[in-house]
T-cell receptor
Framework: AQTVTQSQPEMSVQEAETVTLSCTYD???????LFWYKQPPSRQMILVIR??????QNATENRFSVNFQKAAKSFSLKISDSQLGDAAMYFC??????????????FGQGTRLTINP | DAGVIQSPRHEVTEMGQEVTLRCKPI?????LFWYRQTMMRGLELLIY????????DSGMPEDRFSAKMPNASFSTLKIQPSEPRDSAVYFC??????????????FGPGTRLLVL
């Protein structure tokens, strides 16, 4: 079974600095999807960024980028120029390829990010 | 687009009562998912539908839980009878499809359930 591990329960960073959140996963598949979701205090799950495993290029979305290391099964999230509004729980998630039919997202336990003004 | 809509946002009930959670997926999305979030177990998939048909309900904890999707724009998750250990945040999510570019799941705001 696929598993997702976020080894940092909590992280903190100074406003305007850069922070990297770690995520590793376990799978025997070669094609899959990876996601980072943000959950602010409102509890809404907000998609931050998405990566397709067959693409070698790392995904970027404005201040958010990933470092996808397929061989190492690592998928870290880098937040540049941290802002107070970035404070939230961040979840890494894995999804199996569509050919298997399964649609389940497997989530890590989350990393709570604090932004210090 | 209004996004995924869930109701109620908060529910407090007493043990033994029936609880019904509601979800309206994003228009045009063919897949609907129900997740539960607890401190102990994190986020876990309960059930998902494709074109209103339940595909995988292996995550449904027990017979007290049931889910229906009578049409493309409405789904319910029912707990009967409810127990204190059912207290959690329940999320509904939807996705357009399962293939590249359409597989991203978009979440609703969640329903916070407290069973006393």
């Amino acid at each position: 079974a696929q598993t997702v591990t976020q080894s940092q329960p909590e992280m903190s960073v100074q406003e305007a600095e850069t922070v990297t959140l770690s995520c590793t996963y376990d799978t025997s598949e070669s094609d899959y999807y990876l996601f980072w979701y943000k959950q602010p205090p409102s509890r809404q799950m907000i998609l931050v960024i998405r990566q397709e495993a067959y693409k070698q290029q790392n995904a970027t979305e404005n201040r958010f980028s990933v470092n996808f290391q397929k061989a190492a099964k690592s998928f870290s999230l880098k937040i540049s120029d941290s802002q107070l509004g970035d404070a939230a729980m961040y979840f890494c998630a894995y999804r199996t390829p569509p050919i298997q039919g399964a649609q389940k997202l497997v989530f890590g336990q989350g990393t709570r990010l604090t932004i210090n003004p | 687009d209004a996004g995924v809509i869930q109701s109620p946002r908060h529910e407090v009930t007493e043990m033994g009562q029936e609880v019904t959670l509601r979800c309206k997926p994003i228009s045009g999305h063919d897949y609907l998912f129900w997740y539960r979030q607890t401190m102990m177990r994190g986020l876990e998939l309960l059930i998902y539908f494709n074109n209103n048909v339940p595909i995988d309900d292996s995550g449904m904890p027990e017979d007290r839980f049931s889910a229906k999707m009578p049409n493309a724009s409405f789904s319910t998750l029912k707990i009967q009878p409810s127990e204190p250990r059912d207290s959690a945040v329940y999320f509904c999510a939807s996705s357009r499809g399962q293939f590249r570019g359409s597989e991203t799941q978009y979440f609703g705001p969640g329903t916070r359930l407290l069973v006393l």
